[in-house]
């Protein structure tokens, strides 16, 4: 999804003080937990707690709370309360489509303040399969080009099984199917390219091009969404262009 890799930069520059680190490492503890009941605490063989933990060593979280997660995911620990899984689906102003992925111990409060953010900036949150059907699940993987050769690391992503590659001046977006994003990903790795960001997310099947001023509040209620300690991430069919972006991260500094 254009705009993919720079919104990403954007939240990690916005997430550098110490409260943005706290409610960071809460939701990268949650999503811990949940990867490490569903998987196992073997990362090799659950690609979902591997990621997590390359997020959380990315974001410098400490070792205890990661191993005190990967403790409550397997049963070994039985603090707190029982983490769920869901998914949000919901209007932005102006027609955009959103999911809404949240980990959360209570339901009731989450679903509350989702649907609060959604009604503050003029969106609606919707039934559910309002608009998951607009979705694919797929893998996105961001590299660091630096002095390498954006090309090559484009025919490395292909030829590991990539569907789609966009290359920029800075970074190349690799798009996967989900049973290739592995492969994808190591290979990469294992070429030498620095690796930004690799998830698997929820990719629109097509986008929506607004208007600069409408894009910014459906931008605006991304980022307030994302700021509720339970939500984990938000997709959108919202074209987030270079302009659009830029625009965004100057008023927010």
């Known amino acids: ?25 809460t939701k990268l503890g949650r999503e811990i937990v949940v990867a490490t009941r569903e998987g196992g605490p073997d ?8 990621l997590a933990l390359d997020k959380a060593k990315q974001a410098n979280m400490p070792k205890e709370n990661v ?26 102003p102006h027609g955009t489509a959103m999911l809404v992925q949240a980990l959360t111990d209570n339901r009731n409060r989450t679903v509350s303040e989702v649907r609060h953010v959604f009604s503050r900036y003029g ?12 979705f694919s699940r797929k893998g996105v993987i961001s590299v660091e080009v630096g002095d390498a050769d954006p090309d ?36 990469l790795e294992e070429y030498g390219f620095n690796l ?10 097509s986008q929506l091009t607004l208007s600069t001023k409408d894009a910014m509040t459906n931008l605006k209620l991304i980022e307030a969404l994302e700021d509720l300690d339970d939500v984990q991430q938000v997709h959108t ?10 625009t965004f991260e100057n008023q927010a500094a």
């Open 1 to 25: 999804m254009s705009g993919h890799s720079k919104w990403a930069s954007i939240k990690r520059q916005k997430g550098a003080n110490d409260a943005k680190r706290g409610q960071l490492f």
């Open 196 to 205: 930004l960001d690799a998830q698997l997310s929820w990719l629109p099947q």
């Open 237 to 246: 069919n919202l074209e987030m262009s270079d302009e659009v972006l830029t």
């Open 43 to 50: 990362p090799e063989s659950n690609v979902r707690l591997r």
């Open 152 to 187: 090559e690391a484009a025919l490395v992503a292909i030829d590991a099984g990539a569907d789609d590659v966009e290359v920029g001046s800075e970074t190349v977006e690799v798009y996967t199917e989900m049973t290739d994003f592995r492969a994808v990903r190591d290979a």
């Open 67 to 92: 191993e005190r997660a990967i403790k409550r995911g397997s049963g070994e620990s039985v603090d707190g309360s029982q983490v769920e899984e869901y998914t949000y689906e919901g209007y932005g």
């Open 123 to 134: 969106g609606n949150l919707g039934a559910d399969g309002c608009v998951a059907w607009m």
